[in-house]
């Protein structure tokens, strides 16, 4: 079990960015892969970016391949969202989520992931 808390998030003007962290406890941390989600208000929980338990492997949304970077840092069980070039259309509560269990074929579907943050608001400016 992995227990996830999310911080970082506030509010943005469009084109500034923001780095999202997710503290973890729980021995499983650095076998588990990571992702973050977003959901937008009225919107479904969407996948965002994920990291193998190595880090060796990142996996990104089309829509923020590019402006957006993942990465872990295993000694200190947190992984991490740098998010720039921040869009209004980025505007969503995160997630941080882990999984010991998910390949690559299904990294970005929610209920393969049975650990999740409570989720930090990001709310980008037009």
């Known amino acids: 079990q992995v227990q996830l808390v999310e911080s970082g998030g506030g509010l943005v003007q469009a084109g500034g960015s923001l780095r999202l962290s997710c503290g973890a406890s729980?021995?499983?941390?650095?076998?588990?892969?990571m992702a973050w989600f977003r959901q937008a208000p009225g919107k479904e929980r969407e996948f965002v970016a994920g990291?193998?338990?190595?880090?060796?492997?990142?996996y990104y949304e089309d829509s923020v391949n590019g402006r957006f970077t993942i990465s872990r840092d295993n000694a200190a069980n947190a992984v991490f969202l740098q998010m720039n070039s921040l869009k209004p259309e980025d505007t969503a509560v995160y997630y941080c989520?882990?999984?010991?269990?998910?390949?690559?074929?299904?990294?970005?579907?929610?209920?393969?992931?049975?650990?999740w943050g409570q989720g930090t608001q990001v709310t980008v400016s037009s």
């Open positions: 989520a882990a999984s010991r269990a998910v390949g690559a074929g299904d990294i970005a579907a929610p209920a393969r992931y049975p650990n």
């Open positions: 990291i193998s338990w190595s880090g060796g492997s990142t």
């Open positions: 729980g021995r499983a941390f650095s076998y588990s892969y």
